[in-house]
């Protein structure tokens, strides 16, 4: 009998550690999801600084650049939302001819 | 009144500070009012004048004028305007996101040069009040990306302008569609008026560049390194539509073979020697000295 009761609470010990594990996995995948969004934003705005020529977006010289900034905020706004819309055109198209 | 521009250009270490300084006292000496700026990053005007020469105008002598000009005091200057013009113009957040790349932004390819156009408008304006501007200018590679600056500058703008008209446009048809037959009236659009005056400016300057008010000379020396280096000057100003007007040979040993070939390729310029000197030029009575039996560059 005790050894039987023996068995059953190492069972029920063995099961708890692997629910606890699980659970720290999960915890730990959602404490790392927000941080993987963000990084691939990072990368994503990374590389169109460095590499916007690539993808169709010549480089004119930076003070024609600078010149025009202060009057652009509109198009810049736009811009920024392109860029972040890039990643759903769907989304993008459904908004526009607003299906919802 | 616009002064008459002189560019002292060539390799590095051909002298181009010396002769440019040596020109000046000649100049002043014959009763000009002369300003000498050395727009090179690397100044040396203030050894050869033996005297401390600051980014404002030091006066030398009576008639006489220089400076060093620093290229980071007009960088800041125009970031610190743009950072300005930003803060009133854009709403706060969004200022306030972009204010952090500014820091780094004073390091960006193209700022130097840029910096340079700066300060030449800046002797344009002529606050001296003087007859004749000498600038010492910085070794090749960099004196041909300020001088190409205001032409490649044009080009972008051109295409910009054109693009931003057809957006005007575009905007103009939806506008009319959505207010019928009522008539409003015409907005200005920041944009292109930024475009239209960076356009003025520049096609100012570029024909200022080109015009005879604009003198250029070759600062070389007898090796084939500065003569190579110097016909690139002539063939790359050549593109832009500039006329190389004289060669000074300096440091010249006496080689009659070298001299003729100089002759000989920059025919359309005139090439006038400056002879190997044992001392150190150095010091305003020392300029004075040379400058009395040198035959000017123009």
Known sequence: MKAICLKICRKITVKAKELFCSISFFEKGLATQVIEVELIQLENIFALLLFGCFVGLPAPPVHLTLELLPKMEKELIIMMNRVFASKDPLGELFSTLDIT | ?298
């Open chain 2, 1 to 298: 009144m616009i002064p008459e521009i002189y560019f002292f250009m060539g390799k590095g270490g051909t002298g181009k500070s010396t002769c440019s300084a040596v020109f000046s006292v000649q100049q002043s000496n014959k009763g000009k009012r002369v300003l000498i700026n050395s727009i090179d990053p690397a100044h040396n005007l203030s050894q050869i004048f033996g005297r401390t020469l600051f980014h404002k105008c030091n006066r030398v002598e009576n008639n006489l004028y220089a400076k060093e000009t620093d290229l980071n005091v007009w960088k800041k200057k125009y970031l610190t305007s743009i950072e300005e013009e930003m803060r009133l113009a854009y709403k706060h957040q969004t200022a306030f996101n972009l204010n952090k790349y500014f820091k780094t932004l004073k390091y960006s390819p193209g700022l130097e040069e840029y910096a340079m156009i700066l300060a030449i408008e800046d002797n344009l304006k002529n606050k001296e009040n003087v007859e004749i501007v000498i600038f010492d200018t910085p070794p090749t590679a960099l004196f041909l990306n300020f001088i190409s600056l205001p032409y490649s500058s044009l080009k972008w703008l051109e295409q910009l302008f054109s693009l931003r008209t057809l957006i005007l446009k575009k905007r103009g048809t939806i506008d009319r569609i959505r207010r019928g037959n009522k008539q409003k009236e015409k907005e200005s659009d920041m944009v292109s008026e930024g475009i239209t005056s960076m356009i003025s400016r520049f096609k100012d300057l570029s024909e200022i560049f080109r015009s005879k008010k604009s003198h250029y000379t070759i600062v070389m020396n007898p090796d084939s390194l500065s003569f190579s280096e110097s016909q690139s000057i002539v063939n790359h100003l050549g593109d832009l539509g500039i006329n190389v007007e004289s060669v000074i040979l300096n440091k010249y040993d006496g080689q009659r073979i070298f001299f003729e070939s100089v002759v000989s390729t920059f025919r359309e310029a005139r090439v006038v020697t400056l002879k190997k000197e044992e001392e150190e030029i150095v010091g305003l009575e020392r300029l004075k000295e040379i400058s009395e039996p040198w035959r000017a560059p123009n």
